[in-house]
């Protein structure tokens, strides 16, 4: 089981994931399902993963193939945030045109969701929430929070202990 959340609030950013894919009597594996992106003083980015293991990596992988490629776009050149959520929905739907018919001649469903979170120089701090189709929103005073995997249990509990800051609507008794 998944469970990740990236908050948005006035203090900064918190991105929080486990590392457990899946549980048995005897069996637990873990998987890394954060991964940061740094260019020194340039640009932070973190990307976080649920849904089909092996579809989680390989977004990954060829976000980093195009990072160490010095043709094309990639997360080191991109302006802005929108254009960095734009770039791994991209590359989302490549593995998608690529392997998503061979999953579900197995039965297996292309399911993967991803939030991603940072901030590039000059700009102010963003997060988006992918979904499998490539396709995002963004964080915003309303909504200052995503969570992706097993997120029933965790709702409520930020529910009610996370205020973004000063740009809630909220009234002090819904906090």
Known sequence: MTYCV???????????????????????????????????????????????????????????ERMESSRGTNLYKVRNMFEAAKHVGDCLREVHDRDAAALERFGVHFTSSLILGGQIKGEEQRVFSIYAAGNF????????????????????IIDRVVNPGPRSTRPPSAR
């Not at 940061?36 to 989680?56: A, C, D, P």
């Not at 963004?138 to 409520?156: D, L, N, R, V």
Request: aromatic share 8%.
């Open 137 to 156: 929103i963004e964080a915003t005073s309303e909504t200052p929070y995503f969570q992706i995997g097993e997120s029933k249990y965790g709702k409520p």
């Open 6 to 64: 990236a908050m948005r609030l006035d203090a900064g950013l918190v991105f929080l994931s486990d590392s457990r894919t899946n549980a048995g009597v005897d069996h637990i594996n873990t998987f890394r399902k954060m991964h940061v992106f740094e260019k020194q003083g340039e640009r932070v980015l973190v990307l976080m993963t649920s849904g089909n293991l092996s579809i989680s990596q390989s977004v990954v992988n060829t976000l980093r």
